[in-house]
């Protein structure tokens, strides 16, 4: 079975913090991929990464940046939180030509 | 562009019930169509997918959905609603972005079970 974890489930923090939330998946898939999820809006794409080091911006990137050093791994960085960031934050992986996103239990994140 | 509408926010059946949760796409590609289930406080889980092939697909959990490409949908449906089926769904479209692998969601549907 794939298996993404996500590194905290509920995390707070405080506005102008530096935020980290990590993403491994353990089945050697080429795409990662970071999503915020709010109430009546779905499921909204931040980055996503096709390649190690390679990242391309989704639909709302801004106050967000990624890294993914590593194949396993991708992580979301919040420079600076902000209240209007507080959200559920979902990391998904998929094979490369297989396109069944495998998603992380996610992070309920609060900025206080 | 692609994009996905799920027709109705909330879904409210007695159990036992018909399940119908109803999804349109629009894509300008053929398009791989998904349904994921999300239960409180977890992530999303796989129900279903098309890709080519048969257009009726069979899920987990009883779950199955027709590919209509005259009618742009991909409508999920259970004959027999069970309480463990309350839960919010998302129906998605791929098969536009190569290798990349991205998804475009709908909203979401949350299916209520009454007892």
């Known amino acids: 079975d794939v298996k993404v974890t996500q590194s905290s489930r509920y995390l707070v923090k405080r506005t102008g913090e530096k935020v980290f939330l990590e993403c491994v998946q353990d089945?050697?898939?080429?795409?990662m991929f970071w999503y915020r999820q709010d109430p009546g809006l779905g499921l909204r794409l931040i980055y996503f990464?096709?390649?190690?080091?390679?990242?391309e911006k989704g639909d709302i990137p801004e106050g967000y940046s990624v890294s993914r050093e590593k194949k396993e791994r991708f992580s979301l960085i919040l420079e600076s939180a902000s209240t209007n960031q507080t959200s559920m934050y979902l990391c998904?992986?998929?094979?490369?030509?297989?396109?069944?996103?495998?998603f992380g239990p996610g992070t309920r994140l609060l900025v206080l | 562009a692609q994009s996905v509408t799920q027709l109705g926010s909330h879904v409210s059946v007695s159990e036992g019930a018909l399940v119908l949760l109803r999804c349109n796409y629009s894509?300008?590609?053929?398009?791989?169509l998904f349904w994921y289930v999300q239960y409180p406080n977890q992530g999303l889980q796989l129900l279903l997918k098309?890709?080519?092939?048969?257009?009726l697909v069979k899920g987990i959990n009883g779950f199955e959905a027709e590919f209509k490409k005259s009618e742009t949908s991909f409508h999920l449906t259970k004959p027999s609603a069970h309480m463990s089926d309350a839960a919010e769904y998302f129906c998605?479209?791929?098969?536009?972005?190569?290798?990349?692998?991205?998804?475009?969601f709908g909203q979401g549907t949350t299916l209520q079970v009454k007892p």
């Open positions: 998904a992986s998929s094979y490369g030509t297989e396109e069944t996103q495998y």
């Open positions: 089945m050697d898939h080429e795409n």
């Open positions: 990464s096709y390649d190690v080091k390679m990242k």
């Open positions: 894509s300008s590609v053929p398009p791989y």
């Open positions: 098309y890709t080519t092939g048969a257009t």
């Open positions: 998605a479209v791929g098969g536009f972005s190569g290798n990349t692998g991205k998804l475009i």
